[in-house]
């Protein structure tokens, strides 16, 4: 399958079981569909013919809204069982954030367990064998409504900030290992775009540009969205409209994350409320 049908049917799945509604229920952001040495952010633009390999390490990263309130999660997906530890460490590490996450506890804690449980593992690949490192510049991150990342940031591994959880927050615990250098960089064609969630009036010259931003505020608002959905709403010849968003600082571009070609990386992420009297993983299923 290629990686365009991949993301079609899960949003078109997504769109019908959340019976999207405007910005009152639907998609949160494009569904990420990273392979290999790609980390996170990258989703197929229109004619990109990559097909899907019995070799690829990909992570589905996908999310869902109801008035703002956002799910954020992703799971790891591979054909070889060679990648199985790969995949291990990171869903551990994940689940250790998730454990260790809590009321007053500070973020640069969960850190520390994230990454001294991530990498206590090695995978053997092709007769080579490569510690698992955590990807340090990539971390989970609070989440309020309409605002996927909402300021605080949970680290991957030691060395993050002394600030606390507090009651009745929403936390997105994600975690990435690599078989690579562990440190990720843009790179490829961007696919996802968001509007700055404090944005002001800016004033605009170029009428293709504020007929785009009408657009983006109508259907997105501040949530991510990305060029195949622009085209799905029938909006054609738009990119120099969507440079000039981005250059006036109303929208930013998320480019693909990537670490070194070769290596292969993985990502598992829940997302959890802390209630007053518990520890609520809205994310979880049967499946991941």
Same mark, same amino acid.
């Given at each position: 399958m290629t990686?365009i049908r991949i993301c079609e049917?899960l949003?078109?799945?997504?769109?019908r079981?959340?019976?999207?509604?405007?910005?009152?229920a639907?998609l949160?952001?494009?569904?990420?569909?990273?392979?290999n040495?790609?980390?996170?952010?990258?989703?197929?633009?229109?004619?990109?013919t990559?097909?899907?390999?019995?070799t690829?390490?990909?992570?589905?990263?996908?999310?869902t809204h109801?008035? #703002?309130?956002?799910i954020?999660?992703?799971?790891t997906?591979t054909f070889?069982?060679?990648?199985?530890?790969l995949?291990e460490?990171?869903?551990?590490?994940?689940n250790?954030?998730?454990?260790e996450?809590?009321?007053?506890?500070?973020l640069c804690?969960? #850190?520390?367990?994230i990454q001294e449980v991530m990498e206590?593992y090695?995978?053997?690949l092709?007769?080579?064998?490569y510690?698992?490192?955590?990807?340090?510049n990539l971390?989970?991150h609070?989440?309020?409504?309409y605002?996927?990342?909402a300021?605080k940031?949970?680290?991957?591994?030691?060395?993050?900030e002394s600030i606390?959880m507090?009651e009745?927050?929403?936390?997105?615990?994600?975690?990435?290992?690599?078989?690579?250098?562990?440190?990720?960089?843009?790179?490829?064609?961007?696919?996802h775009?968001?509007?700055?969630f404090?944005?002001?009036?800016?004033p605009?010259?170029?009428?293709?540009s504020k007929?785009?931003?009408?657009v983006?505020?109508q259907?997105?608002?501040?949530l991510?969205?990305?060029?195949?959905w622009?085209?799905?709403?029938?909006?054609?010849k738009?990119?120099?409209?969507?440079?000039?968003?981005c250059?006036?600082?109303i929208v930013?571009p998320?480019?693909?994350?990537?670490d070194?070609k070769?290596c292969y990386?993985?990502?598992?992420e829940?997302?959890?409320?802390?209630r007053p009297t518990c520890?609520?993983?809205?994310?979880r299923g049967d499946d991941y």
């Amino acid at each position: 399958m290629t990686m365009i049908r991949i993301c079609e049917e899960l949003e078109a799945t997504a769109r019908r079981l959340i019976k999207e509604d405007g910005l009152k229920a639907g998609l949160a952001f494009p569904t990420g569909c990273s392979l290999n040495h790609c980390a996170a952010h990258y989703t197929p633009n229109a004619g990109d013919t990559t097909v899907l390999q019995v070799t690829d390490v990909c992570k589905i990263d996908f999310g869902t809204h109801i008035n #703002g309130r956002i799910i954020d999660c992703a799971f790891t997906m591979t054909f070889d069982p060679k990648y199985d530890k790969l995949l291990e460490a990171v869903r551990e590490a994940t689940n250790t954030g998730i454990r260790e996450a809590g009321i007053d506890v500070r973020l640069c804690d969960i #850190g520390e367990a994230i990454q001294e449980v991530m990498e206590s593992y090695e995978v053997e690949l092709n007769g080579k064998t490569y510690k698992v490192k955590a990807i340090r510049n990539l971390n989970g991150h609070s989440i309020s409504p309409y605002r996927i990342h909402a300021g605080k940031t949970v680290p991957i591994v030691k060395g993050g900030e002394s600030i606390v959880m507090e009651e009745n927050e929403f936390y997105a615990i994600e975690t990435f290992g690599s078989t690579g250098k562990g440190y990720v960089h843009d790179d490829m064609e961007v696919s996802h775009y968001m509007k700055n969630f404090d944005v002001g009036h800016i004033p605009l010259r170029l009428a293709r540009s504020k007929q785009l931003l009408n657009v983006i505020n109508q259907h997105f608002g501040t949530l991510a969205f990305c060029r195949r959905w622009l085209d799905r709403l029938d909006q054609t010849k738009y990119l120099m409209a969507l440079k000039d968003l981005c250059d006036k600082g109303i929208v930013s571009p998320y480019p693909p994350l990537c670490d070194i070609k070769g290596c292969y990386t993985a990502q598992f992420e829940h997302t959890i409320l802390l209630r007053p009297t518990c520890k609520e993983v809205i994310s979880r299923g049967d499946d991941y």
